[in-house]
């Protein structure tokens, strides 16, 4: 199928329009036209290679919403003119005890994620969701509740699912008392989330600027990092923290906040950090543990969840075109909460 996106094909390039074709349809795939893509932080690593790994031309893109346009012979979970989704992964070997217990981005041979990794049958580099169409795996294909907006549905297949799988492996609910580090993408998507759950909700924060904010997204508290009096106070007061700020930064002003037990998450920084103390963690039994999206039932029951409680991102809508000054926005923490592509402004004569 021949399609269009758009791609970098350096690190040091900006994003332009790539005539390519996907793969022919498998008996088990799903072929959609692509409605939205979200833009996530991750595209921006990739694209300009900060973590070592892109085989260019790289083509972005793991937030997706589109329209089934044609089904493999033995699909049977869909059908032509359903709206799906589809997250960061397109396939794992479904064989493995992660893949059989529904954690498929653990799969002990890899998964295939959306864009920048090599197809499990023929090897090709996968192209993501800045592109106009998608051939993915039945089994990596979500439902879209009729509910929700799908204009605003995007960020939930990773901002989304990167946040409610730690709240649900750490079973928060009523009454748990979490705390929220960075208010990006990632961030505001906890914050909604852990409410929608039930949780005593805290932003974290370096100064008082974005309190309006998390209090209008439902935060019931405050906290400015930089005042040591009332980080004194928070000590040993929260069962979660989760973490999301995406570049290096120190852990130690957090982790004292901990509840005995308690655990801080990582979700946004993949790389280094500052070096922790563990005179914190040991003496409060407290952990510094990681998270990675979620796997494909999880996801379902995030989507689910958003469409039972009506909860969806803040989401700023751009066209196609856009892209490279989003990125430029995006790195200065210029967007609330995440970039949106509108798919209906590229065309295949965009080439």
């Known amino acids: 199928m021949k399609t269009i996106g758009y791609c970098a094909h350096d690190e040091h390039s900006e994003l332009v ?4 074709e996907r793969r022919e349809l498998r008996d088990n795939d799903v072929a959609m036209e692509i409605l939205y893509c979200g833009v996530c932080h991750s595209d921006l690593h990739t694209a300009r290679n ?6 260019y031309p790289n083509v972005p893109g793991h937030e997706i919403v589109g329209r089934v ?14 709206h799906v989704a589809v997250g960061c992964m397109v396939d794992s070997c479904q064989e493995c005890e992660h893949c059989h217990s529904g954690e498929e981005q653990f799969c002990l041979e890899g998964m295939t994620q959306t864009y920048n990794s090599p197809d499990r049958i023929n090897g090709d580099i ?75 909700v805290t932003v974290i924060s370096r100064s008082e600027s974005k309190k309006a904010d998390a209090l209008a997204l439902g935060a019931h508290e405050f ?35 901990l509840n005995i037990d308690g655990t801080l998450v990582l979700v946004g920084q993949v790389g280094p950090l500052a070096e922790p103390m563990t005179p914190p963690l040991i003496l409060g039994r407290r952990r510094i543990a990681g998270s990675l999206i979620g796997g494909i039932k999880e996801t379902q029951e995030m989507l689910d969840f958003c469409g039972r409680m009506n909860i969806l991102p803040e989401c700023e809508m ?6 490279n000054h989003a990125f430029e926005r995006m790195e200065k923490s210029d967007v609330r909460y995440r970039f949106v592509i509108d798919m209906a402004s590229l065309t295949l004569d965009a080439a």
Do not use: Q
């Not at 346009?69 to 359903?82: H, L, P, Q, S």
């Not at 993501?128 to 995007?154: C, M, Q, T, W």
């Open 69 to 82: 346009t044609e089904i493999g012979a033995n699909v049977t979970k869909f059908k032509v003119g359903d």
């Open 223 to 257: 906290l400015v990092s930089e005042d040591a009096d009332a980080m004194a106070l928070a000590a040993n007061r929260f069962e979660l923290i989760i973490d999301t700020v995406p570049v290096k930064h120190d852990l130690n002003p957090y982790t004292p906040l």
């Open 318 to 323: 751009i066209r196609m075109d856009e892209i």
């Open 17 to 20: 329009p790539y005539t390519f």
């Open 50 to 55: 900060d973590w070592g790994w892109t085989a």
């Open 126 to 200: 996968t192209f993501g969701g800045y592109s106009k169409h998608l051939i993915v795996r039945e089994e990596f294909v979500l439902n879209v509740p009729k509910s929700l907006d799908l204009a605003k549905v995007a960020p939930l297949l990773c901002a989304g699912i990167t946040t409610y799988s730690p709240l649900r492996t750490w079973n928060v609910g009523p009454a748990s008392r979490i705390a929220v580090v960075g208010m990006g993408g990632l961030g505001h998507m906890a914050i909604k989330l852990a409410v929608g759950l039930g949780a005593e």
